[in-house]
């Protein structure tokens, strides 16, 4: 496997699917001790992480594109 | 920073820099998870592949949970029941399997980069010669007659349409390791049919390294769930559900978070999503998976045992055999994934404790109790008579638990020596005697 540059999208998503992953398998908890109120906003934060890692990613490359061309 | 999963010709990263007019609508070929749709899409519209990806696979995630609950039989009270999301939940569903819909029929009528014509247009090719229309109402005709046919045979029943899912992806699975091989060996593994003209790329493809993370990833998250189960049936340890799937989660998660920085495993994101449902589900089954799969059930002529147990599967208790009797039962019943019925004499004694990971439980006239992890501890005295005292033990994990009575009959109150007005008897189903009127 060869090293490349740090890919922050399969960082998050995989730190999350770990972390849930983790959560249910050590102790004995249940969707339910999760409660409605965490169900939803977490996927939304990550969404929303997401969401701006590649919109700072895209302004950064933008703003290199005009850089290199001036 | 650099972009793994998109595009790199040296075409598309010119597309890039400067504005250039809209791509026609092609499947990828390559950086794709099923039929490269998502991607195509992504190329057409000059929007990031996640968009279409994730609203796809949340598409499929709502059907596919819709297939599994009609597979499992679990009414709309099972699950969280709120009267006000009726208009979301049916937009949800409504919009899922439009989105599903879509998707296939972009598969098959849209054709790939390397390909000139669509899986539909290559069909047409190989049907006997006719004009467009023609040709189309002939291949409607097929499909609609096979349809039709099917539904004669039964064939539309959940468990077929599943087998066939699954056969499905493993097909799709083997006929894309042969293209991809194929493309990796330089020319396509479906060549175009004679007369048709093939699409030609008109810049080569720069060659990409293929990383071996994914597959080496899920496959020790396979043989960690295997070697789990085996050990759990070897004696080693008890385990509750959850944990396979968990354990497969946290597994697929590490993986990604190593692809972060070396190899590439992005598409690890498709199976590990498909897991959290899974896994949160699977959260809410704390009965003992023994019993095996299948329906349980106990009617009035049937011995009663003191345990039932099923995995997948409903049990159906009619305990009317202890009527008029004082034989004091206790019965255990446990179903992982079903519901639990269990009719009591009308002169029984009741003790019930009914726990559900997600479903209903119901105890004769008491409040019904729904959502996830339901418990229940009552009592319920007879209205006629002094019987039997029954206590039930009831516990599934996704499911339904239900204890009703049955009412008396004219000779058991005869027996019994009670006598009922007329309208006390109407309520029962009972006809007043002609006598009495």
């Known amino acids: 496997m060869t090293r490349h540059p740090f890919d922050p999208f399969s960082f998050v998503l995989g730190f999350m699917f770990a972390l849930l992953g983790l959560y249910f398998l050590v102790g004995d908890r249940t969707a339910a001790d999760l409660g409605v109120g965490w169900i939803w906003p977490v996927p939304v934060l990550v969404v929303g992480l997401l969401a701006t890692l590649y919109g700072a990613r895209a302004l950064r490359r933008s703003r290199e594109r005009e850089e290199s061309s001036s | ?437």
Not at chain 2, 149 to 158: D, E, I, P, R, Y
Not at chain 2, 189 to 214: D, F, N
Not at chain 2, 268 to 286: D, G, H, I, K, Y
Not at chain 2, 371 to 384: M, N
Request: charged share 20%.
């Open chain 2, 1 to 437: 920073m650099r972009r793994m999963d998109e595009d790199r010709t040296p075409a598309r990263l010119e597309q890039r820099a400067e504005p250039t007019p809209r791509r026609r609508l092609r499947r990828r070929v390559h950086d794709r998870v099923v039929a490269g749709v998502c991607g195509g899409l992504a190329d057409h519209f000059g929007v990031s592949m996640l968009v279409p990806r994730v609203a796809f696979a949340a598409a499929a995630i709502v059907v596919a949970l819709l297939f599994l609950r009609a597979w499992l039989g679990f009414g709309p009270s099972a699950i969280y029941y709120d009267p006000r999301l009726d208009g979301l939940r049916m937009l949800t569903v409504t919009a899922s399997a439009i989105a599903v819909l879509v998707y296939l029929a972009l598969w098959v009528f849209v054709p790939a980069e390397n390909q000139g014509t669509s899986a539909a247009g290559r069909l047409r090719h190989r049907l006997p010669p006719a004009s467009g229309l023609r040709a189309w109402l002939g291949m409607l005709s097929l499909v609609g007659g096979g349809s039709v046919f099917g539904a004669q045979l039964g064939l539309w029943s959940v468990d077929v349409v599943w087998a066939f899912l699954l056969i499905g992806i493993g097909v799709l699975l083997f006929r894309r390791d042969a293209e991809r091989r194929a493309l990796d060996g330089g020319r396509s593994a479906v060549q175009p049919e004679a007369g048709v003209p093939a699409w030609e790329p008109s810049t080569p493809e720069l060659p990409r390294e293929r990383s071996p993370l994914g597959w080496l990833v899920l496959g020790v998250a396979l043989l960690v769930v295997s070697g789990t189960a085996i050990l759990q049936n070897l004696g080693a340890f008890e385990l509750r559900l959850v944990r396979y799937p968990a354990l497969a989660l946290t597994v697929l998660g590490a993986g990604m978070v190593v692809g972060a920085w070396a190899g590439r495993a992005r598409w690890l994101m498709l199976p590990a999503l498909l897991l959290v449902p899974v896994v949160l589900l699977a959260s809410l089954v704390r009965v003992p998976l023994v019993g095996g799969v299948g329906d349980r059930r106990v009617d009035p002529g049937s011995d009663i045992l003191p345990e039932y147990r099923t995995v997948l599967g409903s049990i159906y208790l009619d305990l009317d055999a202890l009527r008029l009797t004082d034989m004091d039962r206790t019965i255990r019943a446990s179903a992982a994934f079903g519901t639990i019925n269990v009719v009591v004499p009308f002169d029984a004694h009741v003790r019930a404790t009914g726990r559900a990971g997600l479903g209903t439980v119901q105890v004769g006239p008491h409040p019904l109790e729904t959502g996830a992890e339901v418990e229940l501890d009552t009592t319920w005295e007879p209205r006629f008579g002094d019987g039997a005292t029954i206590t039930l033990d009831l516990a599934t994990g996704i499911g339904d638990i239900w204890v009703y009575r049955r009412d008396p009959t004219r000779r058991d109150l005869r027996e019994l020596g009670i006598k009922l007005s007329d309208r006390e008897l109407r309520e029962l189903g009972i006809r007043p005697p002609r006598s009495d009127r």
